[in-house]
């Protein structure tokens, strides 16, 4: 039986102020089971309500629940990913691969979730420590981490070891290191195969690469790599959100991360309804 869920916490679409009647419906809908609703403070702040901080929400709250699109949900698993705390997508606009409730259902899953009815789906996560002389920073990534060409005018040049053994250099517009939730991101855009969101493996797929036989590759999830700028810099990008410049001859090993992403679901969720929808397969 799963913890019943008694407090949950609450995080908003940043820059969304009209969202602040659909919160109001969310504290309305799971208070009526009993559950108790904070907000975090810049989502509170944002719609003038008063909120806690987000560390502090992460101790005090069972869940999270975002308000928004996938975008929202990620930025939220990677700043709670040091709580392990599941976290429950509600999509406001159209149904996405991550946020796949939607507000009007969310008064009959309250219901299932003061009881335990839900599903926890465990999602790998991408750790990557970037390594700039005797500085070593660690972060990590839910979707994918993209390895790009710091200007339009020039190529990137990227040199792949797989535990620590050469493996590949990729030429072009940059390389996608992408997890099996995130394959259905950048990484499908550029090419990249569709992997089921809990296998444990990772994929690397070339952006606009300048020889034709560079092909994605998919790799199983003890392996780790290492994305070396022998010849020139690079731009690193994580989940779209945050970046980090790579000069010439710095490294960024990335590996599985020990632990993993915990996303809430309906019992009754089917991934591959969700691909059909979301890609018109099928049709």
């Not at 946020?99 to 926890?120: H, K, P």
């Not at 731009?235 to 590996?255: A, F, P, R, T």
Request: aromatic share 8%; net charge negative; glycine share 8%.
């Amino acid at each position: 039986m799963k913890k019943k869920i008694q407090k949950i916490g609450v995080v908003l679409r940043p820059s969304t102020p009209e969202l602040k009647n659909s919160f109001f419906e969310i504290k309305k809908f799971f208070a009526a089971h009993g559950i108790e609703t904070y907000i975090e403070s810049i989502s509170g702040g944002m719609i003038g309500v008063m909120g806690i901080d987000f560390d502090l929400l992460c101790q005090k709250a069972d869940i999270l629940v975002t308000l928004g699109g996938d975008g929202t949900l990620i930025s939220a698993v990677r700043r709670s990913f040091d709580y392990n705390i599941p976290v429950l997508g509600v999509y406001a606009g159209n149904l996405g691969f991550l946020a796949d409730v939607n507000l009007s259902e969310l008064d009959t899953f309250a219901a299932d979730l003061s009881q335990g009815r839900f599903r926890i789906d465990e999602r790998s996560v991408l750790e990557a420590t970037i390594i700039k002389g005797d500085t070593t920073t660690t972060v990590v990534a839910f979707n994918d981490i993209v390895f790009s060409r710091p200007s339009i005018s020039n190529m990137v040049h990227v040199e792949t070891l797989v535990d620590g053994k050469p493996f590949n250099a990729y030429n072009g517009d940059g390389v996608v290191v992408s997890t099996p939730t995130g394959s259905t991101a950048y990484n499908l855009s550029a090419g990249g195969p569709v992997l089921f969101p809990l296998t444990n493996a990772f994929v690397l797929t070339p952006i606009c690469p300048h020889s034709l036989t560079q092909r994605p590759v998919v790799l199983p999830g003890e392996f780790s790599i290492e994305m070396k700028t022998p010849r020139n810099r690079a731009v690193m990008i994580i989940d779209g959100q945050d970046m980090h410049e790579l000069e010439q001859n710095e490294s960024v090993h990335i590996k599985l991360a020990a632990k993993t992403a915990k996303l809430i679901h309906r019992e009754e969720f089917n991934y591959f309804d969700v691909l059909k929808e979301k890609l018109n397969w099928g049709e």
